[in-house]
C-alpha cells in the first residue's frame, strides 16, 4: 500500500522537503477548531519563544521536564522565552517511567496552580513520552482544561506520542490506564535535541518509526532497510524524511479516528504483547516502552502466521531489521525473563485498553505494510503461543 497521505483530505502537507532551520517541515493535524501544526526542522528550540507568543500573545508559561533533558537544553529553551518576552517558570521532575504517577500528577497540578497558570495561560511539555504524557493529562485537568505545547526531546516523543492527544499516567493495573485525549496546540521537534539522546532511547524509539512502516507503508519499511544507518548518523535528510513520514501518518490517523474507534487503534501493533511485559517489568529500565513493542511486533507478526493471516516467515524479515537496529526482538532478551509465567502474562494482557467486554483485541497483520484489527482470538490460542515463545 502506498503511504495513506496521498489519499488524506484532511491533512495538509506543506514545504515537505525543506530541511533548513529557518524552513521546517510543517505537517497539519486536521481535526476542525482543534487543529495544529507539527514542526519539524533544526534550531526549533532557539524559536519557541517568538512562535509560542505569537500563537498565543500575553500567556504565561510553565515549562514541565525532567532533570536530564534539564541539563542539556532548559537554559536554551528559557532563554527563547525570555527573549520574546514571556513570562515562566519551570518544573523540573525525575527522569524515567515511575514519574508518569498519581503522586507526581499531583505535585505537578499543585505547581501549576502555584504558578496561577490561568485558562489563558500555557503548559510547555519539553521531553519525551513520559513528560508529554504527564504534562498533557496535567493541563487536561488543570481548572477543566488549559492549552499545552509538546516540544518533544526523544525520538520516540517526536514521532508518536507528542502527536495525537493522548495523555496520561500509569496505574500498578497497566500503562497509560489513566488519562485523557487532549490535543496540543503546537508539537516543536527540533532535530537538535536528538543529538543528546541516549543511544538505547533512540533505538526505543526507532521501533515507533519501524512501526509506521509495517502497520501501512511496505515502501517505508523497505525505505528504512536501506537507510536505517542513515537515521541513525542523524542525517539531516534521513532523519527528516523519517520523522515527517511517521508523523504525517500520525496525523492522518488522527484526523480520521482521534478518540480510537477505528483505524487509530493499528498504532498499537504489538502493543497488547509489549504492555504486557513493560508491566511485568515494573515500567523502569529493565525494559523500554520501544524495546517492548520492538518484541511485541515480532510476535504479533508471528502470531498471524500462525493464524493463517499472513505468508510464514514475515516475522523473520521484521525481526532481522530490528535485530540489526540493536533492539531486543525475542522474550529471552528481557533480562530475568524466566520470572515470566503464561498467566502472568495473560493477566496483564486482559488490562490492555483495547479488551472488549473482556475479550482481548489483537493488531495483527496480512503482510508487511498491512496491519488488520482482530478480534477473533481465543485465549487458548494465545496461551498455546506463548507457551511456545516462553519455552
Ligand atoms: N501511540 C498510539 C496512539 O497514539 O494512538
Avoid at 477548531?33 to 507539527?38: L, N, P
Avoid at 524515567?96 to 505535585?107: I, M, Q, R, V
Wanted: charged share 25%; aromatic share 8%; hydrophobic share 40%.
Amino acid at each position: 500500500m502506498s503511504s495513506p497521505i496521498s489519499h488524506s483530505t484532511e491533512t495538509n502537507l506543506k514545504e515537505q522537503n525543506s530541511t533548513t532551520s529557518e524552513t521546517p517541515t510543517l505537517i497539519n493535524v486536521g481535526l476542525g477548531e482543534r487543529s495544529y501544526d507539527i514542526l519539524i526542522g533544526g534550531g526549533l528550540l532557539d524559536q519557541a519563544g517568538e512562535r509560542i507568543a505569537s500563537l498565543r500573545p500575553q500567556a504565561k508559561c510553565t515549562i514541565v521536564t525532567d532533570e536530564t533533558v534539564a541539563s542539556f537544553h532548559l537554559k536554551t529553551l528559557e532563554a527563547s522565552l525570555t527573549s520574546a518576552g514571556i513570562s515562566f517558570k519551570a518544573v523540573v521532575l525525575p527522569a524515567g517511567e515511575a514519574t508518569k504517577s498519581f503522586d507526581k500528577l499531583s505535585y505537578l497540578l499543585d505547581e501549576l496552580l502555584s504558578h496561577e497558570i490561568e485558562r489563558g495561560d500555557l503548559v510547555i511539555a519539553f521531553g519525551g513520552g513520559v513528560i508529554g504524557d504527564l504534562a498533557g493529562f496535567a493541563a487536561s485537568i488543570l481548572r477543566r482544561g488549559v492549552d499545552f505545547v509538546q516540544i518533544p526531546t526523544s525520538l520516540l516523543a517526536q514521532v508518536d506520542s507528542s502527536v495525537g492527544g493522548k495523555t496520561g499516567i500509569n496505574s500498578s493495573y497497566g500503562k497509560n490506564l489513566i488519562g485523557a485525549f487532549h490535543q496540543p496546540l503546537l508539537v516543536l521537534c527540533d532535530l537538535d535535541v536528538l543529538k543528546t539522546l541516549d543511544p538505547r532511547q533512540f533505538k526505543a524509539g526507532y521501533a515507533e518509526v519501524v512501526k509506521y512502516g509495517l502497520i501501512k507503508d511496505a515502501e517505508f519499511f523497505n525505505w528504512l532497510s536501506n537507510n536505517r544507518e542513515r537515521v541513525f548518523n542523524l542525517e539531516t535528510e534521513a532523519l527528516v524524511h523519517a520523522i515527517q513520514t511517521s508523523c504525517a501518518m500520525k496525523a492522518y490517523v488522527v484526523s480520521a479516528d482521534e478518540k480510537e474507534h477505528g483505524v487509530r487503534a493499528l498504532l498499537n501493533l504489538g502493543h497488547t504483547f509489549g504492555h504486557g511485559f513493560e508491566a511485568l517489568c515494573g515500567y523502569g529500565d529493565r525494559l523500554l516502552h520501544g524495546e517492548a513493542i520492538a518484541i511485541g511486533m515480532v510476535l504479533a507478526f508471528e502470531f498471524s502466521e500462525g493464524l493463517g493471516l499472513c505468508e510464514k516467515g514475515l516475522h523473520e524479515e521484521v525481526e532481522a531489521h530490528f535485530k540489526a537496529a540493536g533492539l531486543p526482538t525475542r522474550i529471552q532478551d528481557i533480562p530475568a525473563y524466566e520470572e515470566f509465567s503464561v498467566d502472568m502474562l495473560v493477566d496483564k494482557m486482559r488490562q490492555d485498553k483495547k479488551v472488549e467486554r473482556g475479550n482481548l483485541v489483537f493488531i495483527l497483520a496480512k503482510a508487511i505494510g498491512d496491519a488488520v484489527v482482530y478480534r477473533d482470538v481465543r485465549e487458548e490460542q494465545l496461551r498455546e503461543f506463548l507457551n511456545l515463545k516462553l519455552d
